[in-house]
């Protein structure tokens, strides 16, 4: 066995400073850096342009959900609509048109208590419209939260028949059909379990707690259409104050809103989505591993460590051609040194030499001799064995210590 060594001299210093620490850290994290500004931006850009008619019951909303079909249908009836969603400016108009329908639509922003107690001073035909029955009951004294509207056998909800309603409105469209919820009171329209109702009349005004029977999608189901028109254009109306609170709306004078009230309701989720995106980040920038630590000493290895180390790479990397060819390379040296060619032989030349000094052919030395087409590690293995025999039938030759690899075939095939 060898005893040489290798001898390698590192002299980086071990320590780096704080700046240099801070820049390596500073672009490890520009990716998650700039990818956290550009999702910021998008959703602050997306938020400002968000316009009140995508929303739900908007009247220049065209999806399923949306009123525009209504409030066309209102407009070539003649009906002006006034549409805000501030109470300030909603007061403004109620002081400019006296014979205005209000229509508070609430989904999900209660109105300012202001703007309420200004409308209770006003002798006006104000209309109540909101998906949740527990909001309405909690803003007017004289209903509850009552059920939920029934299905039908086909999944879609029950058509509900008017009966005895007082209601000029309900009388008139005699048929509902639309999901949503209804309103314990004394007395109503479209009943359901007998006391409950999505249209009744209180001493604040109208209210409709089924939404979804004047949108797009339902608007043209039983009376539907019928119910919105007539409760709409109640006492022949040609102008509409449609009223959607906002966030603002709900906080009080001299108050801090909540910034989560003020934000889209996709903001939340995707909040929480940058922040787990994030922390899986730190997580993976954590166990990556960092710079190699060196030492500025002279680092002494024995030469047989450095090539059982290499050889396990190799096996390890399943690098069995770079493995043959590190073989062929060491081999072509000793032989070089057995036949005294020199420290940088010319491959031709050791294969002319060793076929001479050994009698081997000479197509089978230059197939070995040459660059190896080693596969597997057991083809691997039968090209090692046979560069060994190779090197020792050259320097039993050269010591004229016994016969051959060569001599041996010949002597077994005669």
């Known amino acids: 066995m060898s005893t040489s060594t290798a001898t390698v001299e590192q002299h980086t210093p071990t320590a780096t400073s704080a700046a240099d620490m801070g820049r390596s850290a500073l672009r490890r994290g520009s990716f998650w850096f700039a990818l956290a500004v550009v999702c ?9 342009l968000d316009d009140s008619e995508a929303e739900r019951y908007g009247l220049g909303n065209t999806d399923l959900s949306g009123y525009a079909a209504l409030a066309e249908v209102l ?9 805000t969603a501030s109470a300030e400016q909603a007061r403004q108009l109620t002081e400019e048109h006296d014979d205005a329908t209000v229509v508070i639509m609430i989904d999900p922003w209660e109105p300012e208590p202001d703007f309420l107690d200004h409308l209770a001073q006003t ?11 527990e909001l309405l009951a909690g803003l007017l004294d004289d209903v509850e939260p009552g059920y939920s509207i029934p299905e039908g056998a086909a999944g879609t909800a029950m058509t509900l028949q008017a ?16 999901p949503g919820e209804t309103l314990i009171a004394e007395s109503g329209c479209f009943p359901v379990g007998g006391d409950s109702y999505p249209l009744v009349s209180t001493e604040a005004g109208t209210v409709f707690s089924a939404p979804e029977a004047f949108t797009n999608r339902h608007i043209t189901s039983a009376g539907n259409a019928s119910l ?14 449609w009223y959607s609170p906002t966030p603002g709306d709900v906080v009080e004078d ?12 996709w903001m939340v989720p995707l909040g929480w989505w940058l922040l787990a995106c ?3 980040a730190c997580l993976v920038a954590g166990r990556r591993t960092g710079p190699v630590v060196t030492e500025p000493l002279p680092v002494q290895v024995p030469s047989g460590e450095v090539a059982l180390g290499r050889g396990r790479l190799y096996q390890h990397a399943n690098a069995s051609d770079t493995a043959a060819r590190t073989l062929r390379s060491a081999t072509v040296l000793r032989v070089a040194g057995i036949l005294r060619l020199g420290q940088r032989p010319d491959p031709e030349a050791v294969i002319e030499a060793a076929h001479r000094q050994t ?14 087409r080693v596969r597997t590690n057991a083809e691997l293995v039968s090209y090692a064995r046979r560069l060994q025999e190779l090197e020792e039938d050259l320097r039993r030759s050269v010591t004229g210590a016994g016969m051959t690899s060569t001599d041996r075939n010949r002597e077994e095939h005669q």
């Open 40 to 48: 910021l931006v998008t959703a602050v850009a997306m938020h400002l």
């Open 75 to 83: 407009q070539d009836e003649g009906v002006t609509l006034h549409r």
């Open 123 to 133: 002798d006006r035909e104000v209309i109540w419209i909101s998906p949740e029955a």
């Open 163 to 178: 009966d005895d309603c007082q209601l000029d409105s309900g009388a008139a469209a005699q048929t509902l059909q639309a």
């Open 228 to 241: 919105a028109l007539n409760l709409l254009t109640t006492g022949g109306t040609e102008e509409i104050i």
């Open 254 to 265: 001299q108050a801090w809103a909540d910034p989560v009230e003020l934000l889209s309701d």
């Open 278 to 280: 994030g922390l899986i």
């Open 359 to 372: 009698g081997t052919d000479r197509h089978q030395l230059s197939q070995l001799l040459s660059t190896p």
